[in-house]
Nanobody
Framework: QVQLVESGGGLVQAGGSLRLSCAASGRTFSMGWFRQAPGKEREFVAAIQWNGGNTYYADSVKGRFTISRDNTKNMVYLQMNSLKVEDTAVYYC????????????WGQGTQVTVSS
């Protein structure tokens, strides 16, 4: 079974920065970051293709967040800059095969709280 472990969440002031990490066991995957705030649906944040290096971002985070990977292809990061209170949510790391839409593998999430 694939294991995903997120880390790096915490409390940060608006305008500040935070870097999330996700470790994925097993084979090489396409990776994504999602988030869910209280009372809201889980939403897509960013994704990266591990083979081609293509990246995708939700409109709400473009220009502020950057998704990247390490040399081993089994780690993914989310650099979050210019954080807003609206970014407060539980952030989840997810993995899938590069040619599918669905993300079958998910981590437990890490809390990001942005204060004003």
């Amino acid at each position: 079974q694939v294991q995903l472990v997120e880390s790096g969440g915490g409390l940060v002031q608006a305008g500040g920065s935070l870097r999330l990490s996700c470790a994925a066991s097993g084979r090489t995957f396409s990776m994504g970051w999602f988030r869910q705030a209280p009372g809201k649906e889980r939403e897509f944040v960013a994704a990266i293709q591990w083979n081609g290096g293509n990246t995708y971002y939700a409109d709400s985070v473009k220009g502020r967040f950057t998704i990247s990977r390490d040399n081993t292809k089994n780690m993914v990061y989310l650099q979050m800059n210019s954080l807003k209170v609206e970014d407060t949510a539980v952030y989840y790391c997810a993995a899938k095969l590069y040619y599918t839409i669905e993300y079958p593998y998910w981590g437990q999430g890490t809390q990001v709280t942005v204060s004003s």
